[in-house]
């Protein structure tokens, strides 16, 4: 069982940036490959991107391509979402996800105002 905890949410204005960390407790992560998601008040979760285990590869949800960078530091057992020229319908409440276990954290809420 893996424990994860994310951080780094907040309010920002449009066109800020924010990092968001997912840590890891319980095992290794490093073998996992990890991926962040977001839902909005009334929508369905959505993928945002994943990083595979050696962090050589990644792959971006179409509405953040060019804005958001996933990365991990497998010594630290934490994954982070690089947030930047953040808009308003990127509010959400954040989730970090081990995508072959399907585990989840609490989530860590992003607001940007206009």
């Known amino acids: 069982q893996v424990h994860l905890v994310e951080s780094g949410g907040g309010l920002v204005q449009a066109g800020g940036s924010l990092r968001l960390s997912c840590a890891a407790s319980g095992r290794s992560i490093s073998s996992d490959t990890m991926a962040w998601f977001r839902q909005a008040p009334g929508k369905e979760r959505e993928f945002v991107e994943q990083i595979i285990r050696s962090g050589g590869s990644t792959t971006y949800g179409d509405s953040v391509k060019g804005r958001f960078t996933i990365s991990r530091d497998n010594a630290k057992n934490t994954v982070y979402l690089q947030m930047n020229s953040l808009k308003p319908e990127d509010t959400a409440v954040y989730y970090c996800?081990?995508?072959?276990?399907?585990?989840w954290g609490q989530g860590t809420q992003v607001t940007v105002s206009s």
């Open positions: 996800h081990v995508r072959a276990y399907n585990y």
